[in-house]
């Protein structure tokens, strides 16, 4: 006789969108690894919530972040660039499938806006590769870093800088008449 079947266990997260009620627990993730990570103000993290995707525990906490923002390409709005931002999974949460989750959350959540390619400057090569993102060179991607790192007090410039520029390619657009 084949044993009963066993309740399947409730799930260790949940993905969502972000809400008010998440900016400061999105916060404290970010300052907490402001080495590895831009740094947002409180402010500019509410100002974003919408851009924000959160990983939570079954009790609420925000154990995961992800955000995202585009990057015009001048006069070709075919190739707009998605950049992806704050990605962060707490340090006891991690190496359970958070932070693969949460990329392929937010990278889902892009698909309908078919942009040219997903980008993401990063210290973590490898778990990006795992993800499908490609080394590109930084070069490839001067609206980023003119927008982005021109006022990053950390390195001299973006090409001293060690993290590492990385891209997906986006979702085609569908075909205009
Ligand atoms: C990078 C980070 C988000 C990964 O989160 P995580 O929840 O541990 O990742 P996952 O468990 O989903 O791992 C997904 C895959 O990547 C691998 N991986 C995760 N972290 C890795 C690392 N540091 N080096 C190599 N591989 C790694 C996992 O083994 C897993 O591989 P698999 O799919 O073959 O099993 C997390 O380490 C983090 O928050 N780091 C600090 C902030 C940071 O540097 N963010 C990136 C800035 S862009």
Redesign the pocket.
Known sequence: MNAPAQPAPPPAFTIRPAVFADARGIYGLIID?CD??VVRSLSNVIEHIDRFLVAVTPDGEVV?AIAYEFLAEFGDPLRTTAE?QS???KPA?????????IVEAQIRRLEPYCVWQII?????V??FE?LGFERIDKRQIMHKLYRGCANCSKHESPFTCPEVAMARTGTPAPAQH
């Open positions: 690894h590895r990570l995961g992806l990605v962060c999974v949460w991690r190496k359970q499938g958070i932070g693969r989750a993401v400057l990063t210290y973590e490898e778990f795992r």
